[in-house]
């Protein structure tokens, strides 16, 4: 399948274990994140989202926290399966109000059975 | 619901040439944002359209342009091809209003030889 990124940081997890995949976003105005997976010849697939006012979402098997002090946000997944492996993004509204997203630049997420 | 389409899925131009790529949101999304995701320059903002108009735009040339119909699909066009527009095109869909929830479409790969 295509690259998506040529030299992504990559995170290698044993099956079975907890992922944390990090992001540190750039506008400490922005109010709403989502994390995105995306698998090699897909398009990013919508994971969770978080706004401002909160600091920690949960859904099934991941978990989104975010530091707004640090500007920093992450994605836990829970019991990391082989079908979790792909690329990771977080996504900042970095102009408030609007849909204008500004993405990280990835994690690749490698599962080890 | 439907997802996100996007036609074509790989597109070969040559340098010079334009293209035209099509995107139908979510049925009942009226904003269509479209972004530029390569492998050195990761997932850029091309602009967003709502209700037929242009509400937000990034930092691309001119020759990259779009619209929105009133049905709310959208196409861009990128006129004057060069080598450096090869490139996954992705289309994402929002409500326009009610929340930021964004969802994607699976890409149309253009290269341009």
């Known amino acids: 399948g295509e690259s998506v990124g040529l030299h992504l940081p990559t995170l290698s997890v044993q099956e079975g274990d907890n992922s944390i995949i990090n992001c540190a976003y750039s506008?400490?105005?922005?109010?709403?994140f989502i994390w995105y997976k995306q698998e090699s010849g897909k398009g990013p697939q919508f994971i969770i989202d978080i706004r401002s006012n909160m600091d920690k979402r949960q859904g099934q098997r991941v978990t989104v926290l975010l530091n707004k002090t640090v500007k920093h946000l992450s994605l836990q997944i829970a019991a990391t399966q082989p079908g979790d492996s792909a690329v990771y993004f977080c996504?900042?509204?970095?102009?408030?109000?609007?849909?204008?997203?500004?993405f990280g630049t990835g994690t690749r997420l490698k599962v080890l059975a | 619901k439907a997802g996100v389409t996007q036609t074509p899925r790989y597109l070969i131009k040559t340098r010079g040439q334009q293209v035209t790529l099509s995107c139908s949101p979510i049925?009942?999304?009226?904003?269509v944002s479209w972004y530029q995701q390569t492998p050195g320059q990761g997932l850029q903002f091309l602009f967003e359209?709502?209700?037929?108009?242009?509400?937000n735009k990034g930092n691309f040339p001119g020759r990259f342009s779009g619209r929105q119909f009133s049905n709310s699909r959208s196409e861009m066009n990128v006129s004057t091809l060069e080598l450096g527009d090869s490139a996954l095109y992705l289309c994402?869909?929002?409500?326009?209003?009610?929340?930021?929830?964004?969802?994607f479409g699976p890409g149309t790969r253009l290269t341009v030889t």
């Open positions: 359209y709502f209700s037929e108009t242009q509400r």
């Open positions: 996504a900042e509204n970095g102009d408030p109000g609007t849909y204008k997203y500004i």
């Open positions: 506008n400490s105005a922005s109010d709403y």
């Open positions: 994402a869909s929002s409500s326009g209003s009610t929340t930021y929830e964004q969802y």
């Open positions: 049925s009942g999304h009226r904003s």
